[in-house]
Every structure is written in C-alpha cells, then in structure tokens.
T-cell receptor
Framework: AQKITQTQPGMFVQEKEAVTLDCTYD???????LFWYKQPSSGEMIFLIY??????QNATEGRYSLNFQKARKSANLVISASQLGDSAMYFC??????????????FGEGTQLTVNP | EPEVTQTPSHQVTQMGQEVILRCVPI?????FYWYRQILGQKVEFLVS????????KSEIFDDQFSVERPDGSNFTLKIRSTKLEDSAMYFC??????????????FGSGTQLSVL
C-alpha cells in the first residue's frame, strides 16, 4: 500500500491567490512526522514545513501552512499569496517513529504547481 | 545557509561501467543519505550512513551499490556495474540528528546519471 499519496499531478494557480496541495498518508505508527519539500526546476530539494503527529496545532512557516487532519490522515499544504517563484514540484514525505525514528523519509509522487501571472 | 554539494551535476556512463557519485554534506552533520528519483517517479530512499557504517538500506540498495566516507568531508555512492535502469537523479542528504522525528534532511542539487 502507498504510504504517501499525492493525487494532484499538476495544479495551476493565479499569482496572489492561495492554493492547497493534497497529501494523504498511511501508517499504523502513532508517532510520525510529515514534511513538505519544494523542488524547483534547478533540482534541489528545499524543506518547507514539518508537522508532528502529536502536534496540537497546524504548522505554519511564513506563507506556508499545513492543514493537518489526523483522523483523515491528511496533511495538505496551503500556500497563501502565490508568487511566480512558487512554481515547482512539491513533495509530501513521512518519517515513521519507533526503532527507525530519524531514518528514512518516504515520499509521495509529487505535485507540479504552476503559478500564472 | 550551509548546503550539501554534489558533483558532478550530470554523469553519462556506459552500461557495465563503474560510477562514483560524490557529495560533501554539511560540515557538522553526522547522518548521511542517498535517495534517487527515476524520471517521472517518486523519490526513493537508498541508504543511510552513520559512524562509518550503513544504518539502514532499502531493497534497491543491492550488492552493486556501496557507500563510503573516505575522508572527513566526502560521502560517495558507488555503483559497480551500471545498468540501464540505474539512470536516475541521485540525491545526497545530511542531517545533524537521527533520533529526532522532526529532523529535516538537507538535500543536495542531485546528480543526473544517464546509463547508455
């Protein structure tokens, strides 16, 4: 079974508008962390935001916020006031706790976001 | 901000040849990783490395692959006899901690490996 699912291969948004990128996950581990990374066309992977399974509040980092719905196992990324430079591939990833805490990240398929002027 | 450096950015090799991908992790980091991304597919974990030994590896990381930290700064991935299906973008990553769930990985810009 897929551990991380991103159902939107591509998304388009107008500059200055908000956009939500979907991510659902699957784990039986009560302790896990969820990450979003941005991959611009230059190729590097840039960390955006983190949400822990025990965090009571949704994570926010500047224009990025995470809509964490634990019961639905979803961790959607919200980008407010989109900018042209936000055009990139966005990956959702999960790290599970337990004995392998701190080790591998499992990535979703990614969503290609295009911001239109 | 400190960064992970990978060289070369592009590598073309013939099938059956050995290839070494190089990475310089962030200087005070202790945990190192290799991931790969086949074109159009998701990013996949290959291996993690700490204290001069492999701490975890995926089923992809078979006997054709090896990793090494030959000195205090470099971290390398060697593919002994490349196959066509090894063509992918290879990412190196590092982190300062391992046993923290929220520890983010810092990724390099990747090496695009093309096997002909």
């Amino acid at each position: 079974a897929q551990k991380i699912t991103q159902t939107q291969p591509g998304m388009f948004v107008q500059e200055k508008e908000a956009v939500t990128l979907d991510c659902t996950y699957d784990t039986s581990d009560p302790s896990y962390g969820l990450f979003w990374y941005k991959q611009p066309s230059s190729g590097e992977m840039i960390f955006l935001i983190y949400q822990g399974s025990y965090d009571q509040q949704n994570a926010t980092e500047g224009r990025y916020s995470l809509n964490f719905q634990k019961a639905r196992k979803s961790a959607n990324l919200v980008i407010s006031a989109s900018q042209l430079g936000d055009s990139a591939m966005y990956f959702c990833a999960m790290r599970e706790g337990g004995e392998t805490s701190g080790s591998r990240l499992t990535f979703g398929e990614g969503t290609q976001l295009t911001v239109n002027p | 901000e400190p960064e992970v450096t990978q060289t070369p950015s592009h590598q073309v090799t013939q099938m059956g040849q050995e290839v070494i991908l190089r990475c310089v992790p962030i200087s005070n980091h202790l945990y190192f990783y290799w991931y790969r991304q086949i074109l159009g597919q998701k990013v996949e974990f290959l291996v993690s490395f700490y204290n001069n030994e492999i701490s975890e590896k995926s089923e992809i990381f078979d006997d054709q692959f090896s990793v090494e930290r030959p000195d205090g700064s470099n971290f390398t991935l060697k593919i002994r006899s490349t196959k066509l299906e090894d063509s992918a973008m290879y990412f190196c990553a590092s982190s300062g901690w391992r046993d923290r769930l929220n520890e983010k990985l810092f990724f390099g810009s990747g090496t695009q490996l093309s096997v002909l």
